[in-house]
C-alpha cells in the first residue's frame, strides 16, 4: 500500500470521525437537554402539586371557618341574651372572621409567602367575582357582620343575614370553589403527565436515530476498519514472506554468476598461459553473458524496488503513445526470433495511471511474448498487442501462440523468481511478479488465460485507479 493510499485513508478517517464526534455530541447534547426539560418538568410537577394542594386546603379550610364565624356568632347572641357575654367568645369570633378574610384575600390576589399564587383560571375568577352580588362581595359582607356582632354594634342582631340564610348559601358557594380548584389541579396534573410522556417519547427517539445515525455507522466502520486491519495484516505477511524468499534469491542468483565468473577467469587464466587463445576467447564470452545476466537481474531488482514508491509518477497522457514506443523498442528483437508483432490499439487518450509503471507493465508482457515464442511451431509466431476502454476500464491485452505455461504451473507464474522455459529466455524470474505488483499499485487486476497453444494475459486498470495520488 503505497504512501498516497495511506494519506487518503487517514483523511478519510479523521473526517470520519470528526463527523461521528459531531453527531456524537449533538445527540449527548439532546440527551442533556432533554433530561434537563424532563427535570424541570418534574419539579414543575412537584410545585403544581404543592400548590395546588395548599389551594385545596385553604380553599377546604374557608369552609370551615365560615361556619365557625357563624356559630361563635350564634353562640356571642345567645350569651348576650342570657346577660353571660364571655370575652373568649368575642375573640374567638373576631379572629375566626379576621382568618376567613385574610384567607380570602390570599386565595384571590395571591400570597406569596404561603406559597399561594394569584388565581389565573377563568372558572376560578367567575367564580368568585360574577354574579350579583358576587362571592367576594358575599364573603366580605359576611365578615362585615361578624365584626359587628362581636364589637355589639347592632341593635337587632336577629335581623342579620348572619344567622339565617347566609351561612348555608356562603357554605354551597365555598363548596363549588373547591371543587373547581380540585378540578382544575386534576387538569394541571393531567397536562403535565402528558408533557412528561412526550419527554419520554423524545428521548426513545432521540436514542433510536443516535443509534441508526450515529452508533450502527461507528459499529460498521469499526468492523470495516478491523477487516481492513486483517486484510493489511495478511498482506504484511505475505510481503514479509516474499522479502525473506526475495532476499535468499537474489543473494543466491547474484552470487551465482559471481561466483561463474570467477571461476571462468581462472580457466581462462590457464588457457592464455597455454596459448589456447581461441578457447580463452570461448571462457571470455561466456563471462560477457554471465555478467549480461547479473545485470539484467539487477535491473529488474532495481524497477521491483520501485514499486509503490512512485507517489509523484506523472500519469500517462497519451496511453497509445506509451504503447507504440515499448512496441518499436521490442520491434526488433521480434524480428530477429520470428515474430509478427501486431498492435490494435483503441485511442483512449490520457488515463490516471503512471506512465512509468505502464510503460513496465507492456514491456514485460509483450517481451515474454516474443521469447516465449515455439520454435519448433508450424506455423508464424505473433505477439498481438490490444488496447481498449470498457466503461471506465483500460483493458491491456497481450496474447501470444507461444508454448503457454502447464497447467500445473499457472498457480506460480507471478511469483518471485519463477523460470518455466530457462531454455528459452534467460530472464530474472522477476518480470511477471513486477508486472502484478505494478497492476496493484495502480488499483488493477492481471489475469493468465491459456489459449492452446499460446497465452494471454488481460490488464485490467479502472479509471478511479491508485497508481497517481
Given at each position: 500500500?503505497?504512501?498516497?493510499?495511506l494519506?487518503?485513508?487517514?483523511?478519510?478517517?479523521r473526517?470520519a470521525?470528526?463527523?461521528?464526534?459531531?453527531?456524537y455530541v449533538?445527540?449527548?447534547?439532546?440527551?442533556?437537554?432533554?433530561?434537563?426539560?424532563?427535570?424541570?418538568?418534574k419539579?414543575?410537577?412537584?410545585?403544581?402539586?404543592?400548590?395546588?394542594?395548599?389551594?385545596?386546603?385553604?380553599?377546604?379550610?374557608?369552609r370551615?371557618?365560615?361556619?365557625?364565624?357563624a356559630?361563635m356568632a350564634?353562640?356571642?347572641?345567645?350569651e348576650?341574651?342570657?346577660?353571660?357575654?364571655?370575652?373568649?367568645?368575642?375573640?374567638?369570633?373576631?379572629?375566626?372572621?379576621?382568618?376567613?378574610?385574610?384567607?380570602?384575600?390570599d386565595?384571590?390576589?395571591?400570597n406569596?409567602?404561603r406559597?399561594?399564587?394569584?388565581?389565573?383560571?377563568?372558572?376560578?375568577?367567575?367564580?368568585?367575582?360574577?354574579?350579583?352580588?358576587?362571592?367576594?362581595?358575599?364573603?366580605?359582607?359576611?365578615?362585615?357582620?361578624?365584626?359587628?356582632?362581636?364589637?355589639?354594634?347592632?341593635?337587632?342582631?336577629?335581623s342579620?343575614?348572619?344567622?339565617?340564610?347566609?351561612?348555608?348559601e356562603?357554605?354551597?358557594?365555598?363548596?363549588?370553589?373547591?371543587?373547581?380548584?380540585?378540578?382544575?389541579?386534576?387538569a394541571?396534573?393531567?397536562r403535565?403527565?402528558?408533557?412528561?410522556?412526550?419527554?419520554?417519547?423524545?428521548?426513545?427517539?432521540t436514542?433510536?436515530?443516535?443509534?441508526?445515525?450515529?452508533?450502527?455507522?461507528?459499529?460498521?466502520?469499526?468492523?470495516?476498519s478491523?477487516?481492513?486491519?486483517?486484510?493489511?495484516?495478511?498482506?504484511?505477511?505475505?510481503?514479509?514472506?516474499?522479502?525473506?524468499?526475495?532476499a535468499?534469491?537474489?543473494?543466491h542468483d547474484?552470487?551465482?554468476?559471481?561466483?561463474?565468473?570467477?571461476?571462468?577467469?581462472?580457466?581462462?587464466e590457464?588457457?592464455?598461459?597455454?596459448?589456447?587463445?581461441?578457447r580463452?576467447?570461448?571462457?571470455l564470452?561466456?563471462?560477457?553473458?554471465?555478467?549480461?545476466?547479473?545485470?539484467?537481474l539487477v535491473?529488474?531488482?532495481?524497477?521491483?524496488?520501485?514499486?509503490g514508491?512512485?507517489?509523484?509518477?506523472?500519469?500517462a497522457?497519451?496511453?497509445?503513445?506509451?504503447?507504440?514506443?515499448?512496441?518499436?523498442?521490442?520491434?526488433?528483437?521480434?524480428?530477429?526470433?520470428g515474430?509478427?508483432?501486431?498492435?490494435e490499439?483503441?485511442?483512449?487518450?490520457?488515463?490516471?495511471?503512471?506512465?512509468l509503471?505502464?510503460?513496465?507493465?507492456?514491456?514485460?508482457?509483450?517481451?515474454?511474448?516474443?521469447?516465449?515464442?515455439d520454435?519448433?511451431?508450424?506455423?508464424?509466431s505473433?505477439?498481438?498487442?490490444?488496447?481498449?476502454?470498457?466503461?471506465?476500464?483500460?483493458?491491456?491485452?497481450?496474447?501470444?501462440?507461444?508454448?503457454?505455461?502447464?497447467?500445473?504451473?499457472?498457480?506460480?507464474?507471478?511469483?518471485?523468481?519463477?523460470?518455466?522455459?530457462?531454455?528459452?529466455?534467460?530472464?530474472s524470474?522477476?518480470?511477471?511478479?513486477l508486472?502484478r505488483?505494478?497492476?496493484?499499485?495502480?488499483?488493477?487486476?492481471?489475469?493468465?488465460h491459456?489459449?492452446?497453444?499460446?497465452?494471454?494475459?488481460?490488464?485490467?486498470?479502472?479509471?478511479?485507479?491508485?497508481?497517481?495520488?
Amino acid at each position: 500500500m503505497n504512501e498516497g493510499i495511506l494519506h487518503r485513508q487517514a483523511d478519510s478517517g479523521r473526517r470520519a470521525l470528526t463527523t461521528y464526534t459531531r453527531g456524537y455530541v449533538l445527540a449527548l447534547s439532546l440527551l442533556a437537554l432533554l433530561a434537563t426539560a424532563h427535570l424541570v418538568v418534574k419539579r414543575w410537577s412537584v410545585e403544581a402539586a404543592a400548590t395546588s394542594a395548599t389551594v385545596i386546603n385553604i380553599s377546604g379550610r374557608q369552609r370551615m371557618l365560615s361556619q365557625r364565624v357563624a356559630l361563635m356568632a350564634t353562640r356571642l347572641r345567645q350569651e348576650r341574651i342570657l346577660g353571660r357575654v364571655q370575652a373568649s367568645t368575642q375573640q374567638a369570633l373576631r379572629l375566626a372572621a379576621d382568618e376567613f378574610l385574610q384567607s380570602h384575600l390570599d386565595l384571590t390576589r395571591g400570597n406569596a409567602d404561603r406559597g399561594i399564587p394569584v388565581p389565573e383560571a377563568d372558572n376560578v375568577l367567575a367564580a368568585y367575582f360574577s354574579g350579583q352580588p358576587s362571592l367576594d362581595e358575599q364573603i366580605r359582607h359576611y365578615v362585615a357582620q361578624a365584626r359587628q356582632v362581636a364589637d355589639d354594634r347592632v341593635l337587632n342582631e336577629a335581623s342579620l343575614p348572619i344567622f339565617s340564610a347566609a351561612p348555608t348559601e356562603l357554605l354551597y358557594l365555598l363548596n363549588e370553589v373547591v371543587a373547581l380548584n380540585e378540578a382544575n389541579a386534576h387538569a394541571a396534573v393531567a397536562r403535565i403527565d402528558r408533557l412528561q410522556i412526550w419527554f419520554w417519547a423524545l428521548t426513545l427517539l432521540t436514542l433510536l436515530l443516535e443509534g441508526l445515525f450515529i452508533f450502527k455507522p461507528i459499529v460498521r466502520r469499526s468492523r470495516a476498519s478491523l477487516a481492513a486491519r486483517e486484510v493489511e495484516s495478511a498482506r504484511l505477511a505475505e510481503a514479509s514472506h516474499e522479502l525473506r524468499e526475495f532476499a535468499y534469491r537474489t543473494s543466491h542468483d547474484l552470487v551465482s554468476p559471481m561466483t561463474s565468473i570467477q571461476g571462468t577467469v581462472q580457466a581462462v587464466e590457464l588457457l592464455l598461459e597455454r596459448g589456447d587463445a581461441r578457447r580463452a576467447r570461448e571462457g571470455l564470452a561466456l563471462i560477457d553473458q554471465t555478467a549480461q545476466r547479473a545485470k539484467h537481474l539487477v535491473r529488474d531488482i532495481e524497477a521491483l524496488s520501485g514499486v509503490g514508491a512512485g507517489s509523484h509518477e506523472e500519469p500517462a497522457q497519451d496511453v497509445c503513445a506509451v504503447l507504440d514506443t515499448v512496441c518499436e523498442e521490442l520491434a526488433d528483437e521480434a524480428r530477429q526470433r520470428g515474430v509478427q508483432l501486431i498492435a490494435e490499439l483503441q485511442p483512449v487518450g490520457s488515463w490516471p495511471v503512471s506512465a512509468l509503471a505502464l510503460r513496465q507493465i507492456a514491456h514485460n508482457l509483450i517481451h515474454n511474448a516474443i521469447v516465449y515464442a515455439d520454435p519448433d511451431a508450424a506455423v508464424e509466431s505473433f505477439a498481438e498487442v490490444q488496447l481498449e476502454q470498457v466503461d471506465n476500464v483500460l483493458l491491456l491485452t497481450v496474447e501470444d501462440n507461444g508454448v503457454g505455461v502447464e497447467p500445473a504451473q499457472v498457480g506460480r507464474l507471478f511469483g518471485l523468481f519463477e523460470r518455466f522455459r530457462p531454455d528459452l529466455a534467460g530472464g530474472s524470474g522477476l518480470g511477471l511478479y513486477l508486472v502484478r505488483k505494478l497492476v496493484e499499485r495502480c488499483g488493477g487486476e492481471v489475469g493468465y488465460h491459456a489459449c492452446h497453444p499460446g497465452s494471454r494475459f488481460v490488464v485490467r486498470l479502472p479509471r478511479n485507479g491508485l497508481a497517481i495520488e
